[in-house]
């Protein structure tokens, strides 16, 4: 316990130094930099309260998210701005000080003003702050939606805003002392007005969702280094223990991922629990815009599906849910995809509303970028499906490919169960996938999951890189050229080639075009050119295509900015 709470501590100091803050930095310096010399002091204290407050005690209702719902930042947009709109007008100021002045009696009798007012303004921007949640936070933020507020939770969750908080108010007082500088110049007044220009500014963005959008395109763009400092910590092996104990264990496997029990059969469903409600805040896809929750999906069988886009046995799988939604939404079978991102630039709304576009999907389908709903079902997988009855419980669970018609008729049993009559003949998907046993395991290329890379460790950072020099063994890799490695990823920078042996019949590669235009990517297998790929958008590649799995020597050339994310065979 001390040593997550020390890890919280120092990530969210760190937090406090990434991108992620930018949305509230102008406010924050803004508010900062005019009333009396504890105004800083009230605005770091309101927002690690609120913060607080928000992760542990309105957890379940601002959904886990982040640290703010819908609602909530609504009513930080408008504190914000009618702050901003004061400090253009001082004369509205004096009288929104004027009750908030009388609450001095019940705080500090030091000198100084605006300590309280200070504290409304950091209470508003304590609930907009949107960090880069990294584990520890999504574990704090999904438990107590989902289990309950515990004294372990509150002194996690303290000890995050407490490091986010210590930083901001050095960042606080440094731009006051830049403000007091410009004050003495004679331009206070001028000074004023500009801050409460920046403060309407940020209210307008949050409330069109422009602080979010930058955040996504920080988080897509930039190195992990940047992004999350400490995911080194976060992710440790020490880390995700603790946060392992602090979870608790999945909630619904009762052993169909490790093939020690067998499914339940398809007339004998046991009750394993009451289905989690989703968590995330959207966006929502194919409902028109509008949330769902099971309280309203009562009286339907339902089908959860966690996956991502990249993921591709979560593509192996969606032609059995189309069909599937297809055959039986009409006897009141509703599929809900949650879409739970495993890299950075999953999390754009524009990529994953074209990967549903491309992949025909016609279900319901909400974005969980902060992986709310995910922690509140603990679960582990990609793809993850759970069937839930018209009551609402969770009667199967089942992890990975396969079992298709297991599933269908576990469908058939609970829609039965509901009312169904006459259900007809199964489902026929449009197409199917028939991957091979024989094939090398995934492999990442970002240093966060590298493994089988010779010469090896690669250190992260820009760098040249030679070929490794005699005959690669079976299922491992090279780079040769300039590449920058990342956690997350290996981006080309010149004469950049990858070269790896390896085994099956399809081979596919997820890539990111550079950051402006499109890049190629040269396909050698065995000496001769398979084919070159325009790779335009951040996607799964198919490399190779062959009827027999089989040996295969792949060298890939890169464009200078193309990324690569992750192998995976077939």
């Known amino acids: 316990m001390l040593l997550l709470t020390l890890f919280a501590l120092v990530a969210g100091a760190a937090t406090a130094i990434t991108p992620c803050v930018l949305p509230v930095l102008p406010a924050l310096l803004s508010a900062s930099a005019v009333g009396g010399r504890r105004r800083p002091v009230g605005i770091v204290i309101g927002l ?14 601002v959904k886990g998210v982040g640290v703010a719902g819908n609602g909530v930042r609504i009513a930080a947009e408008v504190v914000l701005f009618v702050f901003g709109f004061s400090l253009i007008l001082p004369g509205v100021a004096a009288k929104l000080e004027a009750p908030l002045a009388r609450l001095s009696r019940y705080g500090p009798k030091t000198r100084g003003d605006g300590f309280w007012s200070g504290v409304g303004v950091g209470g508003a921007l304590g609930f907009a702050y949107t960090p880069c949640a990294g584990p520890i ?8 939606a989902t289990q309950g507020t515990s004294l372990q939770i509150v002194i996690i969750a303290l000890a995050y805003a407490a490091g986010s908080a210590l930083v901001l108010l050095l960042l606080a007082l440094g731009g006051r002392h830049v403000a007091e500088a410009i004050r003495r110049a004679g331009r206070g007044l001028a000074l004023q007005r500009t801050l409460g220009v920046v403060m309407v500014a940020t209210a307008v963005a949050m409330a069109t969702q422009l602080d979010v959008k930058v955040e996504n395109a920080f988080a897509s763009h930039l190195p992990t280094a940047l992004v999350n400092p400490t995911s080194a910590i976060e992710n440790s092996h020490a880390t995700q ?5 602090l979870r608790g264990k999945p909630k619904f496997d009762f052993g169909a991922a490790t093939a020690k029990v067998k499914m339940p059969r398809p007339d004998n469903l046991p009750v394993l629990g009451t289905a989690p409600n989703f968590a995330s805040s959207g966006p929502w896809l194919n409902t028109g815009g509008k949330a769902l929750s099971l309280a309203q999906l009562r009286g339907h069988v339902v089908l959860v599906d966690f996956w991502t886009y990249t993921c591709i046995n979560c593509i192996r799988t969606l032609p059995h849910l189309e069909a599937w939604d297809a055959k039986y939404r009409r006897d009141g079978l509703t599929v809900v995809g949650v879409h739970s991102p495993e890299f950075p630039f999953e999390r ?13 999907i016609h279900y319901p389908v909400v974005q969980d970028n902060k992986l709310a709903t995910w922690n509140a079902w603990r679960n582990q997988y990609w793809p993850a499906d759970y069937l839930i009855d018209a009551q609402g419980h969770v009667r199967a669970a089942h992890f990975g490919e396969g079992e298709y018609g297991v599933i269908e008729s576990q469908i058939r049993t609970l829609l039965a169960e509901a009312g169904a009559k006459d ?65 997350e990823a290996a981006t080309a920078r010149a ?10 019949k399809d081979v596919y590669l997820v890539l990111s075009p550079p950051a402006h235009g499109s890049g190629r990517v040269r396909v050698t297998v065995d000496g001769r050119t398979e084919k070159v790929l325009e790779v335009k958008t951040q996607r799964l590649y198919h490399l190779l295509s062959r009827p027999r799995p089989g040996v295969y020597d792949l060298r890939l050339d890169f464009a200078p900015g193309v990324a690569g994310y992750a192998f995976t065979f077939g």
């Open 48 to 61: 690690a309260l609120t913060f607080t407050i928000a992760v542990v005690a309105l957890a379940s209702l």
């Open 137 to 144: 936070l999504a574990a704090v933020i999904s438990v107590s």
């Open 241 to 245: 223990k603790r946060l392992a104990n």
């Open 348 to 360: 754009d709304a524009g990529n994953v509303a074209r990967a549903v576009r491309d992949d025909g």
């Open 423 to 487: 259900l007809g003949t199964r489902s026929h998907p449009s197409r199917t996938y028939d991957p091979t046993a024989e094939a090398t395991p995934e492999t990442y290329l970002g240093l966060n999951r590298s493994e089988n890379f010779l010469p090896g460790p690669y250190p992260p950072g820009t760098h040249a890189y030679r070929r490794y020099a005699g005959t690669l063994p079976l299922s491992h890799f090279s780079l040769a050229g300039t590449w920058t490695l990342t956690g």
């Open 495 to 504: 004469n950049a080639q990858l070269f790896g042996r390896v085994v099956g």
